[in-house]
């Protein structure tokens, strides 16, 4: 732990230093965090009450990156760690059509949650709840003060604004408002958790973000988490706080959730298991000082995310030239053919999956088949466009050893509408497939653009 102080970094990250990174960093708009754990417990029977008042058993979230994933933890933990109220909270946070059409927004409260107000899929999505349910008693907006969300919920009489603190970026937000609403809203104690993340000692998570930023300097960037099965959830969240915070100007660490124990040279591994609300409170709040204290270590701004923005541009360019001029798929025989010639040592695969939700085993099945095809090289899996708001900085920003391989639905989905716009949500997801493509080959990274009927033609 040479060349680092631990009790010298505590100190200077919970006083919110923003000399901890390099000059021209955004921490002095992004560390909210940090203590935000403190009101949100002055408030936690306030939470509970208005919970509790809400009549709906099925809470639908709209929102993407960090809006969504903190809650669909939670609401993937609800009955395991023996928190249930009898809700149940389905995230959308997919332009996937077929999706979209099956989310159960008639009998659902809706809870929309965006920190811009401004992010193109929460607002398409919104339109289109919408257009099937508009009792607005029965909606809630999470968002940044006097954002155009937040204007919108006022002038439509919306259930309840909450307006979060600005200065908590979305990766780093679970347990600020939009962690937490949905966590009561699921009968979550929330004075348990906030708790629990307090208590956290932050020399401990400092520690950790100490050793993975010096194993990822050392060449050991795949940041191996490794869950029970049942618990793969917390893996993505981890995945899109890591990925977003670290991937940038060449470097970063490429986290890999999986289930089993995996080996490599590259790899730098920690293990996780949650037991309690308790537990999932603390890690959450560990992970976040651990994320910071990497970006310390590797001299980068772990709150910014300079290549975030360039699939949206392209994804706005492609949707400007009506109808898509779409691009060529490959078979699902190609891909074989296309990771022998391209993984090298130290290399990743990223599986980019733009399909229905639903896949998930068989995208797992996919990830453990070429990783043991490829001697055991790091492999991600995530759906598309989900990880355009997160692990999609790695991709573009971080090291050059990304292997993109994108899946696309050969005859997507048609004619589930977006009120107010000239297009459908096939043809949103298709222009977020192309313009993610031509971002990754903007990068010279290395993608195939797989077309397929089912996933399983890969397997």
């Known amino acids: 732990m040479s060349n680092f102080d631990i009790k010298n970094l505590k100190t200077r990250l919970l006083t919110k230093d923003a000399t901890l990174w390099p000059e021209g960093n955004v921490s002095q708009n ?17 939470l509970k009450s208005w919970a509790e008042n809400i009549d709906q058993e099925t809470i639908v979230l709209i929102g993407m990156g960090g809006s969504s994933l903190g809650p669909l ?6 009955g395991t760690l023996k928190k249930p109220n009898g809700r149940r909270m389905v995230v959308l946070d997919t332009t996937s059509p077929h999706t979209v059409e099956n989310a159960p927004i008639e009998d659902a409260f809706i809870l929309v949650s965006s920190k811009s107000g401004t992010t193109l899929e929460p607002n398409d999505l919104m339109a289109h709840a919408r257009s099937r349910m508009s009792d607005f008693s029965r909606y809630a907006f999470i968002t940044d003060p006097n954002t155009e969300l937040a204007q919108l919920g006022s002038a439509l009489g919306v259930n309840k604004v909450f307006s979060n603190r ?8 679970v347990l600020s408002y939009f962690g937490l609403v949905p966590a009561a809203l699921m009968g979550y104690d929330i004075a348990e958790l906030c708790e629990a993340a307090a208590d956290l000692d932050p020399e401990e998570a400092i520690t950790l973000g100490v050793e993975a930023g010096r194993a990822a300097l050392e060449g050991m960037n795949k940041l191996t988490i490794q869950v029970p099965d049942q618990q793969r959830a917390f893996g993505l969240w981890i995945e899109q706080l890591v990925a977003e915070s670290t991937g940038k100007h060449g470097i970063g660490c490429v986290p890999v959730p999986t289930s089993d124990k995996e080996a490599g040279s590259d790899r730098f591994h920690i293990e996780l298991e949650l037991r309690s ?9 560990k992970l976040e000082v651990a994320t910071a204290i990497i970006g310390h270590v590797l001299n980068i701004d772990p709150f910014d995310e300079p290549n975030v923005a360039e699939s949206k541009a392209n994804t706005n360019k492609v949707l400007s030239n009506l109808p898509i001029q779409n691009i060529e798929n490959q078979s699902p025989d190609a891909l074989d053919v296309f990771l022998k010639e391209n993984v090298k040592e130290n290399d990743y695969i990223s599986i980019q999956a733009y399909l229905p939700y639903g896949s998930e085993e068989h995208l797992e099945q996919l ?14 899996a995530g759906y598309g466009p989900r990880f355009l708001h997160s692990t999609g900085q ?40 192309i313009g993610d493509y031509q971002s990754l080959q903007a990068h010279q990274r ?7 009927d089912q996933i399983s033609e890969l397997l």
């Open 30 to 46: 992004r560390l909210g965090w940090i203590d935000v754990i403190k009101e949100i417990h002055r408030e936690a029977k306030d």
């Open 73 to 78: 933890v939670l609401s993937t933990f609800a």
């Open 166 to 173: 600005s200065d908590i970026g979305g990766r780093y937000s």
């Open 277 to 285: 609300a308790g537990d999932l409170g603390a890690q959450f709040y």
């Open 367 to 380: 990830r453990v088949k070429l990783r043991d095809a490829h001697n055991g090289t790091a492999v991600t």
């Open 394 to 433: 790695l991709h573009k920003g971080g090291p050059n050893q990304v292997v993109a391989v994108q899946i696309v639905e050969r005859s997507p989905y048609t004619g589930i509408e977006i009120p107010g716009k000239n297009y459908d949500f096939a043809t949103l997801i298709t222009a977020q497939s």
């Open 446 to 452: 290395r993608v195939i653009r797989i077309g397929v």
